[in-house]
């Protein structure tokens, strides 16, 4: 790897791996009812932090989008490692950048959903 630093490649791969294990997980856990509603982690709106069944039923409904967005972001972070022995520093931080984007996009549809769920219905 001559132009990708081993430690570099390790640690940017393995933030994205278990940042993409995290995500899905702390969804889960808030609409388990096992993670109360709190101000450092979940889906933080006004209208999923009203009560704790708002909490619950918002996390419930983003937690396929928390999913898709934790494997994307961990499938970055492999990719990450897999690039990372072509020795393409701009390739590597394509992999990276585009995985995180992609991830975080997925993540806002996820609390859209759930802040969506967590309103009453139009008349």
Known sequence: MDGVPVWLAALLGGLLLAGGALVPYVVSRAAGGQLRRNHWVGIRTPATMASDA???DAHAAARGWA???GAVIALSGLGV???????SVGLLAGVAVGGALLGSVLLVLGAV?????TRPPRS
Do not use: C, E, I, S
């Open 54 to 56: 708002t909490w619950r």
């Open 67 to 69: 999913l898709a967005a």
């Open 81 to 87: 490692l897999l690039v990372a022995a072509l020795g």
């Open 113 to 117: 959903r759930a802040d969506a769920a």
